[in-house]
Structures are given as C-alpha cells and as structure tokens.
C-alpha cells in the first residue's frame, strides 16, 4: 500500500510500546537489570529531574540533543528559531512535556515527549558526558514512565530504532536502550517519499534558491544586476538601483 503511494520502503525500524495501565512494580520488573541499577544510582547520586516550560531549558534540550549527535559524527544545525517553534507549537498548546536533568545545580540531559489522545511518545533526548557518567537519561525516563502512568496515559512509544547493526553501533546501542525498558516491540516500515518529476524540480530550484541567498545579501538585486551585464548595459561601480 505505502509504495502504491508513492513511498519507497528502505528497512524496517524497530518501535518499543511500554503499557503503562499494569501495576508499576509489574513496569519496574520488566526494566533489564542493568537499567533498574543504573536508575538506583542515579537515585544514590541525587540525580533531579525537573519538568520545566522556559526558553532556557528548551535551549538546553537543543544543545543536549546537538552534543549527543556529534559523539555520533552526526551533522546538527540549530537555532532560536527552532526553540521558539517548539515552544509555540508543543508546549504551549500542551502538546508536549520537557523534562530536564540535574546533578548538583547543573543541567546534565534533557528530553522532550509528545502528549497526544492519552498516549505519550518519546520525541526528542540529549545528554551531555556527565549525564552518562551519571545515568540521567534512564533516570530521566524512568521518573517520566512513573509520571505519565499517575496521569493516566495508557501507552508510552519509545520511538523506532533499526536493528541487527543496520545504522551501525550506534543504531544498535539506541535499540539495546529502548529495548531494556520491557516494552512490546513493533515492526514498522521505514523508508522516503519518492516525489513526482516535477516536485523533484521544484525541491532542486527550492534548494538553489536557498543557496544562491546565502552566498548574496540581496539575491534580487545581484541577478537583476547580473542580467544587466549579460545584456551589456554598463557594469555598475556600485550597487546598482
């Protein structure tokens, strides 16, 4: 069906649904041992997570998830403009939770969970070194299972992740995480949008555009310019009106 509509399908993804309606001691015992001592450490260490609504944290969740990707020599690009959707379109409208990890005062790890039609998914996480030293993203999920299940969220979706090495060590080290958790594992295709001829050439002209303004601060004008001199009507000294 999903190539009919024009998908192309490369793998399949691996997703972890954790049933948050049984008993919490039941969703504790199904956690891998390494997990629930990690959890225990964090608790030895005083590991805090917070949720929290501010621009700052929402900075931090960025600069977490931007750390976390370049230890993975995965390329990261962010800005206040992406803060700022987050916050107008997910917390704002109470669409999302941002909790964020502390250990002495400081920020260690942060993630971001969708909240939708009494489900939860897990959206977004980053963690600096200390976080792991520390064991603030297990805690941090922990803390937030505890928490949407005292909400009454029935399921909480831990997100894909490919399996049997298909990203690599660090595709498999993100399955292993999200499959210590106990969760019901589903498979899911995964794969791209195949676009029509003419959406191809629409994206290309799209991206040229977008490299054509980086490299002029007036786009408009520096080709207008450019035909003027192709036509040979003068080169201008200086811009040109």
């Known amino acids: 069906m999903l190539q009919k509509l024009g998908y192309q399908l490369t793998r399949r993804d691996s997703e972890f649904y954790l049933d948050l309606s049984a008993p919490i001691d039941v969703i504790w015992n199904r956690l891998k041992d390494t997990r629930r001592q990690k959890i225990r450490k964090a608790t030895r260490l005083c590991v805090d997570i917070r949720r929290e609504e501010s621009d700052n944290a ?55 969970f969708g909240v939708f039609g009494g489900r939860a998914y897990y959206v977004n996480s980053g963690s600096s070194l200390e976080g792991y030293k520390y064991s603030g993203p297990v805690q941090l999920l922990w803390i937030m299972v505890e928490h949407f299940k005292a909400e009454g969220v029935a399921t909480l979706n831990l997100g894909g992740a490919p399996k049997d090495g298909q990203a690599g060590a660090n ?23 195949v676009l029509s001829g003419l959406g ?6 799209s991206q ?5 303004s980086a490299r002029f ?11 003027r001199r192709f036509r040979g009507n003068g080169v201008c000294d200086g811009p040109c009106k």
Do not use: C
């Open 58 to 112: 929402l900075a931090l969740l960025y600069q977490f998830v931007g750390q976390s990707l370049e230890r993975r020599n995965v390329a990261w690009r962010t800005g206040p403009d992406m803060v700022q959707r987050a916050k107008d379109y997910l917390l704002a409208r109470q669409r999302s939770v941002l909790a964020v990890g502390y250990h002495d005062g400081q920020p260690i790890n942060a993630a971001l």
């Open 171 to 193: 595709g498999q080290g993100l399955f292993s995480f999200k499959e210590d958790f106990g969760g019901e594992v589903v498979q899911q295709a995964a794969g791209f949008k």
């Open 200 to 205: 191809k050439h629409l994206i290309t002209a």
């Open 208 to 212: 040229l555009w977008n490299l054509w």
């Open 217 to 227: 601060r007036h786009p408009v004008r520096t080709m207008r310019n450019a035909i």
